[in-house]
């Protein structure tokens, strides 16, 4: 709504209207200033006051919500400071007693993380064997075992080993890893 079309606060409240005239006849007759100017600019004025008014009603509405609980807030966050004095041998005591209590669990950790370091280097050496095996298994001259001068049923056999040889090899890198698998459950519990 435009404040040119609204209707005065004091036309839409009869608190606010302007109080009853003690005159007995209309007060138009009684008004020696009939005639008289009054700016153009004073309903704009007058509207222009209430709407102030009713920012800074909003404006106290909005503060009061927010600080009404101000004082029951500012008793709980009060704080004191409170200072004791004690001497050092029971200072003393104290740090002797949390040692004694922190000790021993910083003891078991430590082992743990020792133990812990051992199996990842276990395993770090188990990968670069691995590792090195696979780059020699990569290499075309490990498969492959010179069967030359060998008869047919010699040759065979070779090659049979050589397969077995490999099978067993693969069988025991994987026995490994279980072993590493016990040992890492061993070392969580």
Known sequence: MQ????????????????????????????????YAVCSPFLRDCVQAM??????????QEIVRLGTYDLPRMSRVLESERVFLLIDEGT???YK??????????IN????????????????ESMLRTRVEGSQQDSA????KVNTKGMSKIDARRVQMLVRQREALEKELEALQLDVEELELAQMRK
């Open 3 to 34: 404040r040119s079309d609204r209707l005065s606060r004091q036309s839409l409240h009869p608190r606010y209207a302007p109080r009853e005239s003690v005159f007995a006849g209309h007060p138009d007759h009684y008004r020696g200033d009939n």
């Open 50 to 59: 209430e709407d102030c008014c009713d920012e800074a009603y909003e404006t």
């Open 91 to 93: 200072i003393r005591k």
């Open 96 to 105: 002797a007693d949390l040692t004694e209590e922190i000790e021993p669990q």
């Open 108 to 123: 078991e950790l430590l082992s743990r993380a020792e133990k812990g370091l051992r199996l990842l280097m276990k395993q």
């Open 140 to 143: 075309p001259a490990r498969g």
